[in-house]
Each structure stands twice: as C-alpha cells, then as structure tokens.
C-alpha cells in the first residue's frame, strides 16, 4: 500500500484528523481557537494597513515613535490626515499584541500534551514583538528601504506561522506521517522554493518602486521595471508548479488538494493583478491588493505543505 493510499479510524484523507482519537485528543478550548482566529486575521490586516500608510505616503504622518508627535502620543492638531492613517496603523499594532500574549498564555497551559501549539504561538510572540521594535527603527531611519523590506517580510513570516497554528489546532497532538508519494512532497517544496523567491523579489520590487511612504523620500539604485519582470518569471514558475501540483493531487485525491486549489485559485488572482499594476502605472489601490493577496498565498502555501503530512492513527 502507497503511503498516498493510508488510512486509519480517526482520520480523513483530505481533511483534517477528527478530533475523537481518545487521550491524544487534547483539543484547544473554544476560547483559545478564537483568539487564534483573531491573531491571525488582524495580522492580515496590519499588513492592509501597513500597505495604506506607504501607499499614500503615510510614514512619517506620525515623525517620532512610540509618540506620534513631540510631546503626544496621538496626533496633534498641526498635523495632517496622514498622521491618522499612520497612528491608525501604530493602534492596531496593540490587539494584535494582545491576541498573540493571549494564544501564547493560553497555550501555555497545555503545553505538555500540545508542545507544538506552545513553540507555535511563542514564535509569533517573539516576532510581533521584534516588528513593534522594527516598526519603531523604520521611523527613527524615516523609511529606510531595506528596513522597510525586513519589516514587510517579517509580517508575511507571521501570517504564516499563525496560519500553521490554525491548522495544527484542528489536529489531534500525535506523531505525523507522510501521506503523499515523496516525489510529490519533493515537488512541493520545490513550489514552496519557488513562491519564496517570487515573495522576496516582489519585495525588493515594490521598495525600488514610486510608493516609498512619504513623498520626500525616493528610491534610488535599482530599476523597478526590470525588477519587476525578474520578480515575474519565478512567479509564473510557481504557477506552472501550483498546476501539476493540481493535476497529481486529483489524480490520486491526496490530503493536499483542497488547498492547492485554493493556492492556485488566489496565485492566479495576484499574477493578473501584478500584471495589471505593471501595464498601468502602478495604481495605489491595486498595489496594496496585490500586497494582501500575497498574505493569503504564501498562507495557502502553508497549509499545502502541512497537508502532506497527518497525525498517525492510534
């Protein structure tokens, strides 16, 4: 029997493993499952928000950090609505702190039968700390591209890991095993490969490119067109890769095929919209659609990895 072809009671092939596996249960409380929604979704969209503050040459609307302005912690009457789309942006940075201390704390408590969760939600922690710090950095070097970039880069990671908590939540605390062929899961992560580079240089893209978050700052150095066809054509590979991905799945219905569908479904919305804000001058709003697109897919990417693998049947 192909490791394609497994199966044992308390399990589902394409699914999630039920939740009814006796001792190993150990499921999360309703409560700590909905904070880790919470945690999840705000950290999308801190990254809407982050995108507002530099689409509309919102950095500096608040010059200092952590005040916004000398002397106030919130905007001043002399300073303009960018001011209120920055601090609206450094406001939501707060629950979205909490909701991490919460599913870290509350993981906490079960960390002995769900160490996997614990690790998980304290390497968000650890990082949504590290971007308040960053976050702070970025102002005090008024938008340094690179830091700019790091700071971007880090909030993709987070969605990321949060996105692989979720997933973990809903399974049972066991020992996993390869349910796909491994030329399969080597071909997966070659597409992982893939979207990690397509992510990094549609990073360094976008840092070359007109929206630099305040009008007094200009990028300099790097040709944004023609990073903007090299950001592409690891892109389309990924897209080609996301296919035949799509084609063997179906072929054999493997665990993976429900959100490689959904992969390709969100890859293929954020290759039309590249291609679109590329053609088009690089409109404000379809850019920072394509930056939150790319949240949702390298989320998706996540879960397509995560599901070659179950909790062994016990």
């Not at 200092?64 to 912690?73: D, F, I, K, Q, V």
């Amino acid at each position: 029997m192909s490791a394609a072809t497994k199966s044992g009671p308390g399990s589902s092939q394409n699914g999630i493993a039920k939740q009814s596996d006796g001792p190993l249960a150990h499921r999360p409380t309703q409560l700590l499952r909905v904070f880790a929604w919470i945690s999840f979704v705000l950290n999308v969209v801190i990254i809407g928000t982050g995108g507002a503050v530099r689409l509309t040459g919102s950095g500096l609307g608040c010059p200092n950090w952590p005040l916004c302005a000398p002397g106030s912690l919130i905007p001043t009457e002399e300073l303009t609505y960018h001011s209120l789309i920055e601090f609206g942006n450094r406001t939501l940075s707060g629950p979205l702190l909490v909701f991490a201390l919460l599913v870290f704390l509350l993981s906490l408590r079960i960390r002995e039968q769900r160490r996997d969760l614990f690790t998980i939600s304290a390497v968000v922690l650890g990082l949504v700390l590290l971007q308040a710090v960053i976050g702070g950095v970025v102002v005090w070097m008024h938008l340094n591209a690179n830091l700019v970039s790091v700071h971007y880069a880090i909030s993709l990671a987070i969605v990321c890991i949060t996105a692989a908590y979720l997933a973990r939540m809903y399974e049972v605390a066991a020992p996993r095993e390869l349910v796909v062929p491994k030329s399969f899961m080597i071909l997966t992560h070659v597409t992982t490969v893939a979207m990690a580079i397509t992510v990094i240089f549609g990073v360094i893209t976008t840092g070359s490119g007109p929206h630099s978050g305040d009008a007094t700052i200009q990028r300099d150095g790097v040709d944004a067109t023609l990073m903007s066809h090299i950001h592409a054509w690891p892109g389309y590979a990924a897209l080609a890769l996301t296919l035949v991905l799509l084609v063997l799945a179906a072929k054999d219905k493997l665990r993976p095929l429900r959100w490689i569908i959904a992969l390709l479904a969100v890859l293929i919305l954020q290759i039309v919209l590249g291609v679109y804000q590329a053609r088009n001058g690089l409109p404000a709003l379809v850019v920072g659609a394509h930056m939150i697109l790319a949240t949702l897919t390298t989320a998706a990417m996540t879960l397509v990895v995560l599901r070659l693998k179950r909790p062994v049947a016990q």
